[in-house]
T-cell receptor, first 117, second 109 residues
């Protein structure tokens, strides 16, 4: 079984451009989560999606950021008009069921490292 | 305020030494996970602890969940350079995991 696949691994964008980050969950996993990690910091929750639905986007900046998980294909995290402060590692995780109470963790991808120049 | 506080924030030790890192909160949790993240990679789940007072061992790593299920510790015996990484604890929030601030460990050969 392939794990969680993220691409690209590294992405360089100029200020004002758009960044598209892709995440294919593990086979059989229909719950996808995006996290951001700034240099030397922990993981901050951004958004939780199930197929075709955004369940929780409480960690997403209100502007320029959007996420989707279509019926077919990978989940996409889109950042419009990128700024230097968007430079970070973005991680996707998946799980076979919703996180409630006792649960047994995520499987993470290797991340996309976005650099805005 | 952080839900999960980890300490120490940074730790640099020599190969062969023992160490303990902590994950603390004022809240009670039904379970808690520990992850290790190596440089340039995503976090990897090490263990889940569920019962208050539970102790789990993974080779040289010993994980303990506090009796009141508010805190946890990770003890590494005879640390090796391969143990270098960011250690994160996590608990389930509303439909998602919330991660601690992390302990960045460096083991010097």
């Amino acid at each position: 079984n392939a794990g969680v696949m993220q691409n690209p691994r590294h992405l360089v964008r100029r200020r004002g451009q758009e960044a598209r980050l892709r995440c294919s969950p593990m086979k059989g996993h229909s719950h996808v989560y995006w996290y951001r990690q700034l240099p030397e910091e922990g993981l901050k929750f951004m958004v939780y999606l199930q197929k075709e639905n955004i369940i929780d986007e409480s960690g997403m900046p209100k502007e320029r950021f959007s996420a989707e998980f279509p019926k077919e294909g990978p989940s996409i995290l889109r950042i419009q008009q990128v700024v230097r402060g968007d430079s970070a590692a973005y991680f996707c995780a998946s799980s076979p069921e919703a996180v409630t109470g006792v649960n047994y963790g995520y499987t993470f991808g290797s991340g996309t490292r976005l650099t805005v120049v | 305020t952080q839900l999960l506080e980890q300490s120490p924030q940074f730790l640099s030790i020599q190969e062969g030494e023992n160490l303990t890192v902590y994950c603390n909160s004022s809240s009670v949790f039904s379970s808690l996970q520990w992850y290790r993240q190596e440089p340039g990679e995503g976090p990897v789940l090490l263990v889940t602890v569920v019962t208050g007072g539970e102790v789990k061992k993974l080779k040289r790593l010993t994980f303990q969940f506090g009796d009141a299920r508010k805190d946890s510790s990770l003890h590494i015996t005879a640390a090796q350079p391969g143990d270098t990484g960011l250690y994160l604890c996590a608990v389930s929030g509303t439909y998602k995991y919330i991660f601690g601030t992390g302990t960045r460990l460096k083991v010097l050969a």
